[in-house]
C-alpha cells in the first residue's frame, strides 16, 4: 500500500485532484498506467457463472487494480467542435479513421488449447503472479474501453470521424479485455467487468491530463508488449504461456491509439506550445515512469519468471518511450543521464522502507509518524528528478521552418 | 465465459464486420468513408486537404464539385481501379497515377525505427489475408527525388522512401514517423513511379544496444522493394 500512497501523494500536491488511495495498488502501469476512464457508460454484462468462491476472489483482487477515470465530456465536445475549432487538421484524423476501419487485428485474437495446458502446468508463486498480472492487464484494457466507448458516444454530433475513431479504439480495448478475461478463466477465475463497472470509484482529469497520459499509456504500453514479445521471441524457453504470442500483433493497437492522441494534442497545440504545457508535459513523463519503475520494482518475480531483467527491463521500456513521446510533448525527462536511473534507483530503496513500515506490527499513529520522513525523502527526489535539465522536444510539424532541420 | 466476451462480444462483432465492408474501398481516397453525418455538418475545413504534404484527391461524393481538377478525378478513378481485384496493371501503363510518399535517411527508416518494419509487414500480412495486391512499397535512393529539390536540400543521404498509392495510409505513415518528408507526384507507370538509383545500405552496429532482444536484421526491408528492383539494391 505504501508504495503507490508513496508515489502519488507527492503528485497530488501538484496536481489539487486528490486522488483516493484507499486502493494500495491501484494504479496499473501494466499498460495503462495512469489514466483511463468513463463514468456513464454500462455495458449490459451476463454475469459469468463460475463458483462462487473462485468469483470472490476475483472481485477481491480486482480491488486492487487499476482506476477508473472520467473526464470533462462538455468540454471535449467543445474541443472537437469543427465550427468553433476550425483548425482541426481533419485530415490526419481521416487517415487514422482509415487505419482502425482498416481492422488488422480483427481476426487475431483466437485462442487455443495451448492456454489451459500452459495455466495448468503453472505452479505456486508464479501462477498467483500470473492471475494479478492477467487481471490489473484486463481491468486496464476495460477502464480503456469505458473512457473511448463514452467520448465516441459523446463526439458523435461534434466530431463524427474523432467519434468514430474512439468507438473503434473501444473496440480493440474491448477484444483485448475480453482475451486477457478468457485468459483468467484459464486459471478458473473471471473478472465481473459490469460490476466493477458499477463499484468502482472514478477519477476526474481534465481532458487535457487524458491527452498527455492516455497518449504515454499507449505507447508505454506498445515498448512493455512489444520488449516482452522481442525478448520471448528470443528466448523461447521462457514462453510459459502463450498470450506472449499475441502481443506483436495486440502492441500495434496501443501503438496506433497512441497516435491518435499524438494526432489530438496537434490538433489543439494550446495543450502543446507554452511553458505549462512544458512543465505538464514533464510532469506526466516523470509520474508515470516513476509508478511503472516502483510498481515493477516490487514484482520483480514476475519479470523474472519470463527471463528479464526488472531494472534492465524497465529501463529500456523508459528510454523508447521518451524518445517516442519526444516527437509530441513540448518537453521530455533527460532519462538517459544515468542520474536519472540513480535517482529511481533510490526512489526504490525509499519505496521499499515505506513498505516495511506499512508491514510493521506499529499501531497506525506510530505507522504515521514513522512515514513522514520517508515521505519526504521521496518527495525530494521525485522533485529532484523533475527538474533536472529537460529536453526540449515536439514534432517537426511545428518546426517545420528550421533549416537547419535535416532528415 | 467470461462477462467482458458476453457482453462485448456483438459490439465487437459488428464493428469488424463493418470493418471488412469498408476495407476493400477504403484503400482509395474516394472512400474514405466519412460517415454520412460527416458530410451534413461539414464546412470546408473538412475537405480542405490542405496540407502542404498531402493532396490527395477529394471523397467521390464531391467530386462534381471539384471536377475542375482533372488530375484530381484521373487518381480518384485510378485508386479505384487498383482496388478492385483486375491484376493487369499492364492495360492502365497509360494513364497517369498519384503516388504518395514519405522520406529520411536510410538510418532511420531501416535501421532506427523497428516500429516501421512491425507496421510494413503487418500491412504485408493483412494484404496476403485479404487477397488484396501490394500498393505499397519502399524504394532505395528513388528517382523521382531529383524533382523535389526542396525535399533533397535537406535529405541525408543514403534516403528511402515509402511510397503508396493510398494518400491517407502515407499521411497516417508522416504522423508516426514525424521525422519524415512528405509528398505526391503523378507518374504513368509503377516501374517510372518507383525507379531508384543502385545503392549500397549499410549501418554501422549501434555503440550500444542495451534492449533485452536482438535488432531486427540487416534486410528486413527486400520484403518490400519494388518487383524487378531486388537484385539492384543488393548490388
Known sequence: ????????????????????????????????????????????????SKKKAAKTTAIKETLLTPRFYTTDFDEMEMLFNTEINKNLNQDEFVALLQEFKTDYNQTHFVRNKEFKEAADKM?????????????????????????????????????????????????????????????????????????LTKARKYTFFKPKFIFYATYLSEKIGYWRYITIYRHLKANPEFQCYPIF???????????????????????????????????????FCLSVYVTMYLNDCQRTAFYEGIGLNTKEFDMHVIIETNRTTARIFPAVLDVENPEFKRKLDRMVEIN?????????EDIPLVKNLKRIPI?????????????????????VDF????????? | ??????????????????????????????????PVSANRNSNHTFFSFNSKVLAFPPPLSISTKSSSSVKTAVAAVDSDQISSSDPSDNNKQQEAKRYYFVVANAKFMLDEEEHFKELLFERLRLYGERNKEQDFWLVIEPKFLDNFPNITK????????????????????????????????????????????????????????????????????????PPGSKEEAKV
Open chain 1, 375 to 395: 515521505i519526504a525523502a521521496l518527495v525530494s527526489e521525485l522533485l529532484a528528478a523533475y527538474l533536472m535539465p529537460p529536453i526540449e522536444s515536439g514534432s
Open chain 1, 352 to 360: 521499499e522502507k515505506l513498505i516495511a513500515v506499512g508491514e510493521s
Open chain 1, 123 to 195: 505452479q505456486g508463486p508464479l501462477r498467483q503472479i500470473f492471475v494479478e498480472f492477467l487481471e490489473r492487464s484486463c481491468t486496464a484494457e476495460f477502464s480503456g474501453f469505458l473512457l473511448y466507448k463514452e467520448l465516441g458516444r459523446r463526439l458523435k454530433k461534434t466530431n463524427p470521424v474523432v467519434a468514430e475513431i474512439f468507438s473503434l479504439m473501444s473496440r480493440d480495448e474491448a477484444r483485448h479485455a475480453g482475451f486477457l478475461n478468457k485468459g483468467l478463466s484459464d486459471f478458473n477465475l473471471a473478472l465481473d467487468l459490469g460490476f
Open chain 1, 245 to 283: 504470442e499475441f502481443f506483436e500483433n495486440w502492441c500495434q493497437d496501443e501503438n496506433r491509439h497512441g497516435d491518435f492522441f499524438s494526432a489530438l494534442m496537434k490538433a489543439q497545440p494550446q495543450f502543446l506550445n507554452d511553458w505549462k504545457a512544458k512543465l505538464w508535459a514533464r510532469f
Open chain 2, 1 to 34: 465465459m467470461s462477462a467482458a466476451a458476453s457482453s462485448l462480444g456483438p459490439g465487437c462483432l459488428t464493428a469488424s464486420a463493418k470493418a471488412t465492408t469498408h476495407f476493400h474501398n477504403s484503400h482509395n481516397a474516394k472512400a474514405v468513408s466519412l
Open chain 1, 1 to 48: 500500500m505504501a508504495a503507490e500512497m508513496a508515489l502519488v501523494k507527492p503528485i497530488s500536491k501538484f496536481t489539487n485532484l486528490s486522488p483516493k488511495f484507499s486502493n494500495p495498488k491501484g494504479f496499473c502501469y501494466s499498460k495503462f498506467s495512469t489514466i483511463r476512464m468513463s463514468a456513464t457508460t454500462q455495458p449490459s454484462t451476463n454475469k459469468p
Open chain 2, 154 to 225: 535537406r535529405l541525408k543521404r543514403p534516403a528511402v522512401a515509402l511510397v503508396s498509392t493510398n494518400g491517407p495510409w502515407i499521411t497516417f505513415m508522416k504522423l508516426r514517423l514525424d521525422r519524415v518528408l512528405s509528398e505526391s507526384y503523378a507518374a504513368e507507370s509503377i516501374e517510372e513511379a518507383l525507379a531508384s538509383n543502385p545503392t549500397n545500405i549499410e549501418f554501422e552496429k549501434p555503440e550500444k544496444w542495451v534492449a533485452p532482444y536482438p535488432k531486427y536484421e540487416y534486410g528486413w526491408w527486400e520484403a518490400f522493394l
Open chain 1, 399 to 407: 518546426a517545420e521552418s528550421e533549416p537547419q532541420l535535416v532528415y
